[in-house]
Antibody, heavy 121, light 107 residues
Framework: QVQLVESGGGVVQPGRSLRLSCVAS????????MYWVRQAPGEGLEWVAY????????YYADSLKGRFTISRDNSRNTLYLQMNSLRAEDTAVYYC??????????????WGQGTLVTVSS | DIQLTQSPSFLSASVGDRVTITCRAS??????LAWYQQKPGKAPKLLIY???TLQSGVPSRFSGSGSGTEFTLTINSLQPEDFATYYC?????????FGGGTKVEIK
């Protein structure tokens, strides 16, 4: 069965960096583009980033202004999100998500359990 | 960027009611729209894609319709397990966006 397990969240000071990981299993990871979506406490969902299956194309939410970088290691079935210059407004649960098959962008049929990032001094 | 406006943002309903949630896009997105259900402390769950196609395993009381800029999610005969927050998402182009959500609570 498909599993997505995020890790790397925690409490970090403003201006610092953090890298999230998402280990995938139960499907051919290298064949799927992958997504990060976040949700601030008590708020709605916010799409963060997408990376194509070979890793050659990335798209980001405008609000991130180059601070975040999505990457992947297909040999390790792992998706990453490097977050730099963190701000209080980046505090959220971060989900990795797998799309359905087909040409992107596609709807998200599997989600991880999420990892909480808290940006606070 | 394409903005999605959901209405209402909150609704109170009873078990057995028929509920309709609307999602309006700031520009035409054909049928590139998905609906998700989220319960507290859980990841979202895909309900409907391509505006009207029911995801495998989702009860048939859920249905979606619309194209272009206006879409609806309908829940026929609301069940206790349906009380949750619902989100639409456009998949027409990047950056992908979600609607603000509709919280369905028990009356």
């Amino acid at each position: 069965q498909v599993q997505l397990v995020e890790s790397g969240g925690g409490v970090v000071q403003p201006g610092r960096s953090l890298r999230l990981s998402c280990v995938a299993s139960g499907f051919t990871f290298s064949s799927y583009g992958m997504y990060w979506v976040r949700q601030a406490p008590g708020e709605g969902l916010e799409w963060v980033a997408y990376i194509s299956h070979p890793g050659s194309n990335q798209y980001y939410a405008d609000s991130l202004k180059g601070r975040f970088t999505i990457s992947r290691d297909n040999s390790r079935n792992t998706l990453y999100l490097q977050m730099n210059s963190l701000r209080a407004e980046d505090t959220a649960v971060y989900y990795c998500a797998k799309p359905t098959a087909g040409s992107p962008p596609k709807e998200l049929d599997y989600w991880g359990q999420g990892t909480l990032v808290t940006v606070s001094s | 960027d394409i903005q999605l406006t959901q209405s209402p943002s909150f609704l109170s309903a009873s078990v057995g009611d028929r509920v309709t949630i609307t999602c309006r896009a700031s520009q035409g997105i054909s049928s590139y729209l998905a609906w998700y259900q989220q319960k507290p402390g859980k990841a979202p769950k895909l309900l409907i894609y391509a505006a009207s196609t029911l995801q495998s395993g989702v009860p048939s009381r859920f249905s979606g319709s619309g194209s272009g800029t206006e879409f609806t999610l309908t829940i026929n005969s609301l069940q206790p397990e349906d009380f949750a927050t619902y989100y639409c998402q456009q998949l027409n182009n990047y950056p992908l966006t979600f609607g603000g959500g509709t919280k369905v609570e028990i009356k």
